[in-house]
């Protein structure tokens, strides 16, 4: 499945680069996961796929891939040298109009600046199938409403609509895309798997002896059929005929990927197969090496005007340096004030950035720059300070996970500072604006890095949340059950990341801002007497606010009050919504969230049943949940903690984490009965 050329597709490109390696396959077995074989023929449609109207296996699936092939070969050109051809096969079962857009396909193709350096496409066919009148009736793609339209700088796209389709409709088209190698010389990544189930999807490449391939397989689905053999294969020149291997890549019966809760980007996760050409040996010839080593990136990057050159142009950052350095002579503090005035004085442009755009000094100047421009010169103020600093590169969770197996610059779009003082070390990002260092943005949580040390050779480091999602709510009050009235005081405090997403919305505004936001979040309660304190004074403290509240229940009858005591911070519905899952549990940050309640009864009241403790805990220290409610005197005391210390789970671990939440949810809705004494 070529994402790029079926725009009705899920969205996305896929790089070589950015690959999901949950499981790496070698490509060194035979045939694995079964017999069974399904090799259709182009015009011909079986009745019961026609009369099918639900998919069996996914009752919600608009449309289904019956069938889709890639197939790629390399022949020999005698004016346009080595040839690619990637020919495509595609069947679509149309289960519901809302699938009708399927039948508009697009066909990209790279336009050079001579003849030798264009991409075309050849042998483009297709069909459409509907039962009328009790048969079989194919209505054949017409050639003249073919189009092709520039879409791009150096892109041309072939665009077809094939005719008559309606629900219940079978669509099928096949066609090549031409390649000469020294435009494309690595097929696009075939990605098994899409918003709508499949049934069938099979790759097929025949690789000669002389092109050597890295083959990288990704996702969470099991390949039915792993084929691999030795055959002869005939380019077209006598100097590139001779030997090869030929490989089949079989999924069978792919559900449809769904985007669920806590994962980093969709292509981390999709079942697809990659390329990356290492070497070219041509006999007779020259041998030609593509492939790096993580060392020849480090190598570029120190030697890139635009990254290394930038680390070795300090002087406009004189002054702020010898004002930081009068100031203090502790790592630990200029550490600090260095970062403080990097993330007061520069404007993140949006923009994450492996290149210094226009170069720091200019950024500088201008107060605005892009993360890699921003975080570079905080480098190079660092190092200035005699603070050990190091630019670490990553690769953002929306822009995948790192593939450490395939060296590649195009791994990354980010740069954060590592900065060590003493025995401690610290991540840093001066383009988040409220962000204590130490603490990243969750954007950059994605597992691994790669730091480019001053000196000796780059390594990957791991990358872990210094702080968790935190936060302390607390509610003193009275009950008057007779009138259905809760009046008290309500505070919150928030820190880690929970500060981060508040100081980054409220920070700048002004406090009445977020008491809307608060009314709308609990609009049942009367709020007076908002105080905020801490809001951007000191980032290492938490954000706290108090107020006084009141809440009157219509409902309440004499004698009887029900109430539910998580009165803020409740839980009301489970993030984990599937039955199951394939795909591992990505986090992001740890949570911390608890609940104090102190309610007080007035004189002949009390709690008609006392409910039951809950502590709920994770496997291997991964999370814990409390919940407890108790009566001392005529004082309810509540007291709830959830608290989730791991970020990842594993696939077969989603049932417990699934269960956790649900725990949650429930006991967050349990109510409290408070009735009158019987005197």
């Given at each position: 499945?070529?994402?790029?050329?079926?725009?009705?597709?899920?969205?996305?490109?896929?790089?070589?680069?950015?690959?999901?390696?949950?499981?790496?396959?070698?490509?060194?077995?035979?045939?694995?996961?079964?017999?069974?074989?399904?090799?259709?023929?182009?015009?011909?449609?079986?009745?019961?796929?026609?009369?099918?109207?639900?998919?069996?296996?996914?009752?919600?699936?608009?449309?289904?891939?019956?069938?889709?092939?890639?197939?790629?070969?390399?022949?020999?050109?005698?004016?346009?040298?080595?040839?690619?051809?990637?020919?495509?096969?595609?069947?679509?079962?149309?289960?519901?109009?809302?699938?009708?857009?399927?039948?508009?396909?697009?066909?990209?193709?790279?336009?050079?600046?001579?003849?030798?350096?264009?991409?075309?496409?050849?042998?483009?066919?297709?069909?459409?199938?509907?039962?009328?009148?009790?048969?079989?009736?194919?209505?054949?793609?017409?050639?003249?409403?073919?189009?092709?339209?520039?879409?791009?700088?150096?892109?041309?796209?072939?665009?077809?609509?094939?005719?008559?389709?309606?629900?219940?409709?079978?669509?099928?088209?096949?066609?090549?895309?031409?390649s000469p190698m020294n435009v494309k010389n690595e097929p696009s990544?075939?990605?098994?798997?899409?918003?709508?189930?499949?049934?069938?999807?099979?790759?097929?490449?025949?690789?000669?002896?002389?092109?050597?391939?890295?083959?990288?397989?990704?996702?969470?689905?099991?390949?039915?059929?792993?084929?691999?053999?030795?055959?002869?294969?005939?380019?077209?020149?006598?100097?590139?005929?001779?030997?090869?291997?030929?490989?089949?890549?079989?999924?069978?019966?792919?559900?449809?990927?769904?985007?669920?809760?806590?994962?980093?980007?969709?292509?981390?996760?999709?079942?697809?197969?990659?390329?990356?050409?290492?070497?070219?040996?041509?006999?007779?010839?020259?041998?030609?090496?593509?492939?790096?080593?993580?060392?020849n990136v480090d190598r570029t990057l120190d030697e890139a005007k635009?990254?290394?050159?930038?680390?070795?142009?300090?002087?406009?950052?004189?002054?702020?340096?010898?004002?930081?350095?009068?100031?203090?002579?502790?790592?630990?503090?200029?550490?600090?004030?260095?970062?403080?005035?990097?993330?007061?004085?520069?404007?993140?442009?949006?923009?994450?950035?492996?290149?210094?755009?226009?170069?720091?000094?200019?950024?500088?100047?201008?107060?605005?720059?892009?993360?890699?421009?921003?975080?570079?010169?905080?480098?190079?103020?660092?190092?200035?300070?005699?603070?050990?600093?190091?630019?670490?590169?990553?690769?953002?969770?929306?822009?995948?996970?790192?593939?450490?197996?395939?060296?590649?610059?195009?791994?990354?779009?980010?740069?954060?500072?590592?900065?060590?003082?003493?025995?401690?070390?610290?991540?840093?990002?001066?383009?988040?604006?409220?962000?204590?260092?130490?603490?990243?943005?969750?954007?950059?949580?994605?597992?691994?890095?790669?730091?480019?040390?001053?000196?000796?050779?780059?390594?990957?480091?791991?990358?872990?949340?210094?702080?968790?999602?935190?936060?302390?709510?607390?509610?003193?009050?009275?009950?008057?059950?007779?009138?259905?009235?809760?009046?008290?005081?309500?505070?919150?405090?928030?820190?880690?990341?929970?500060?981060?997403?508040?100081?980054?919305?409220?920070?700048?505004?002004?406090?009445?801002?977020?008491?809307?936001?608060?009314?709308?979040?609990?609009?049942?309660?009367?709020?007076?007497?908002?105080?905020?304190?801490?809001?951007?004074?000191?980032?290492?403290?938490?954000?706290?606010?108090?107020?006084?509240?009141?809440?009157?229940?219509?409902?309440?009858?004499?004698?009887?009050?029900?109430?539910?005591?998580?009165?803020?911070?409740?839980?009301?519905?489970?993030?984990?919504?599937?039955?199951?899952?394939?795909?591992?549990?990505?986090?992001?940050?740890?949570?911390?969230?608890?609940?104090?309640?102190?309610?007080?009864?007035?004189?002949?009241?009390?709690?008609?049943?006392?409910?039951?403790?809950?502590?709920?805990?994770?496997?291997?220290?991964?999370?814990?949940?409390?919940?407890?409610?108790?009566?001392?005197?005529?004082?309810?005391?509540?007291?709830?903690?959830?608290?989730?210390?791991?970020?990842?789970?594993?696939?077969?671990?989603?049932?417990?984490?699934?269960?956790?939440?649900?725990?949650?949810?429930?006991?967050?809705?349990?109510?409290?009965?408070?009735?009158?004494?019987?005197?």
């Open positions: 499945m070529i994402n790029s050329l079926l725009p009705t597709r899920l969205s996305g490109r896929f790089r070589g680069s950015v690959l999901s390696i949950p499981f790496l396959f070698l490509f060194l077995g035979f045939q694995a996961f079964g017999q069974d074989d399904f090799k259709p023929k182009l015009g011909l449609i079986d009745r019961v796929s026609l009369e099918m109207t639900a998919y069996p296996g996914d009752s919600t699936a608009d449309a289904v891939y019956l069938y889709d092939r890639g197939k790629v070969n390399f022949t020999y050109d005698d004016q346009k040298g080595l040839l690619m051809t990637t020919n495509i096969w595609v069947r679509i079962k149309i289960l519901k109009e809302s699938a009708l857009a399927r039948a508009s396909a697009g066909i990209p193709c790279y336009e050079g600046p001579s003849y030798k350096e264009q991409e075309w496409v050849e042998d483009l066919k297709g069909y459409t199938y509907n039962l009328e009148n009790d048969q079989i009736v194919r209505t054949e793609l017409d050639k003249k409403t073919v189009r092709r339209e520039k879409t791009a700088e150096s892109i041309a796209t072939t665009k077809f609509n094939l005719p008559n389709v309606k629900k219940g409709s079978i669509i099928e088209y096949t066609y090549s895309v031409v990544p075939w990605v098994f798997q899409s918003s709508i189930p499949s049934r069938w999807s099979e790759y097929n490449i025949v690789v000669p002896d002389f092109l050597d391939y890295k083959m990288t397989m990704g996702g969470y689905l099991q390949l039915h059929i792993n084929n691999q053999e030795a055959t002869n294969v005939s380019v077209g020149h006598s100097r590139f005929d001779g030997g090869g291997r030929s490989y089949r890549f079989v999924v069978k019966d792919a559900p449809a990927f769904v985007n669920e809760p806590y994962i980093t980007t969709e292509a981390d996760y999709l079942s697809k197969i990659a390329f990356e050409l290492a070497t070219v040996r041509v006999p007779g010839g020259m041998v030609k090496n593509y492939s790096q080593t993580w060392e635009w990254f290394g050159g930038e680390l070795r142009r300090s002087g406009f950052l004189k002054e702020i340096r010898d004002e930081i350095a009068q100031k203090t002579t502790d790592p630990a503090e200029r550490m600090t004030l260095a970062y403080k005035h990097i993330q007061d004085h520069m404007k993140w442009d949006g923009y994450s950035g492996l290149y210094s755009g226009d170069g720091i000094k200019k950024a500088y100047d201008n107060r605005k720059g892009n993360a890699c421009d921003i975080n570079l010169m905080l480098t190079v103020l660092l190092r200035e300070l005699d603070v050990e600093c190091d630019p670490v590169l990553l690769s953002t969770r929306s822009h995948g996970q790192l593939n450490q197996y395939i060296p590649l610059i195009d791994s990354f779009n980010y740069v954060i500072a590592q900065a060590r003082v003493g025995e401690k070390t610290y991540f840093l990002d001066a383009s988040v604006p409220f962000a204590k260092p130490g603490l990243l943005p969750e954007r950059t949580l994605n597992a691994f890095g790669r730091l480019i040390p001053k000196k000796g050779v780059g390594r990957f480091i791991e990358i872990n949340p210094a702080d968790s999602q935190s936060k302390l709510e607390m509610i003193t009050a009275n009950i008057v059950p007779e009138d259905g009235i809760v009046k008290g005081s309500y505070s919150i405090s928030y820190g880690g990341y929970e500060a981060l997403d508040w100081r980054s919305t409220y920070a700048a505004e002004t406090d009445n801002i977020f008491h809307e936001a608060l009314k709308k979040e609990v609009p049942e309660w009367k709020i007076q007497n908002l105080v905020i304190k801490n809001k951007a004074e000191d980032l290492k403290g938490t954000v706290n606010v108090s107020c006084d509240f009141e809440l009157e229940d219509e409902n309440a009858s004499p004698g009887v009050f029900y109430f539910n005591p998580i009165m803020a911070g409740r839980w009301t519905k489970n993030p984990l919504k599937s039955k199951d899952r394939i795909y591992p549990i990505d986090l992001g940050t740890g949570i911390s969230a608890s609940f104090i309640g102190n309610f007080t009864l007035p004189e002949g009241y009390a709690l008609e049943e006392m409910p039951k403790a809950e502590i709920v805990v994770l496997p291997e220290k991964g999370g814990k949940f409390s919940y407890q409610v108790r009566q001392v005197g005529n004082v309810i005391q509540v007291n709830t903690m959830i608290q989730v210390s791991r970020t990842r789970f594993l696939p077969e671990e989603y049932g417990d984490l699934k269960e956790f939440f649900e725990r949650v949810v429930q006991k967050h809705a349990q109510p409290l009965v408070i009735k009158k004494k019987n005197i």
